[in-house]
């Protein structure tokens, strides 16, 4: 069982990929904010059912994209595309090149866009993609696959214009 002091300190340590996830899915800073906070609150609430502490990682993150899954149909309504946060300088070399692989990344539509931020921004293996999307791992590999693709075609084409 993880107390009090435990579950901050996994808190902490997870935030960033929390809110990363949540704006992957929503594409919103304010609605990621948001459903960070309503599912730390979740998580603290449903701790008791969290088995071994070693999974406290999927199992949170799991809660996150639940949470983000339900706000959009609890909205019904379509969102609205904002850039990922730059946090590359603006002076930094490789800006122009970061800045318009965080735009192919954004536009890419969901499921996509998750597996993408999960698979090579919080460098998760596809199992632990596949058990925090509740796919299976064949699923989660086919949508990378097919993410690459389109990453590709966007990438091209902002290259070439």
């Not at 959009?72 to 990922?84: A, G, H, M, T």
């Not at 800045?99 to 996509?112: C, E, G, H, I, R």
């Not at 993609?129 to 990453?151: D, E, G, P």
Request: glycine share 0%; proline share 2%; hydrophobic share 40%.
């Amino acid at each position: 069982m993880i107390d009090k002091d435990q579950f901050c300190e996994y808190i902490r340590e997870y935030e960033n990929a929390m809110y990363f996830l949540a704006l992957s899915i929503l594409n919103n800073q304010s609605d990621a904010e948001e459903v960070v906070s309503e599912s730390i609150f979740r998580a603290y609430q449903h701790l008791n059912t969290l088995k071994n502490k070693n999974a406290f990682q999927a199992w949170i993150l799991r809660i996150v994209h639940n949470t983000s899954v339900e706000l959009i149909r609890k909205n019904e309504k379509i969102i609205s595309v904002e850039e990922l946060p730059v946090t590359a300088e603006i002076n930094h070399p490789d800006y122009t090149t970061k800045l318009t692989l965080q735009d192919a990344v954004a536009s890419l539509n969901q499921p996509y866009r998750t597996v993408v931020v999960l698979f090579y921004y919080e460098d998760f293996s596809t199992a632990k993609i596949a058990q925090i999307t509740n796919t299976s791992i064949v699923t989660v590999r086919k949508q990378l696959s097919r993410a690459r693709k389109m990453l590709r075609e966007i990438l091209k084409e902002d290259f070439n214009s």
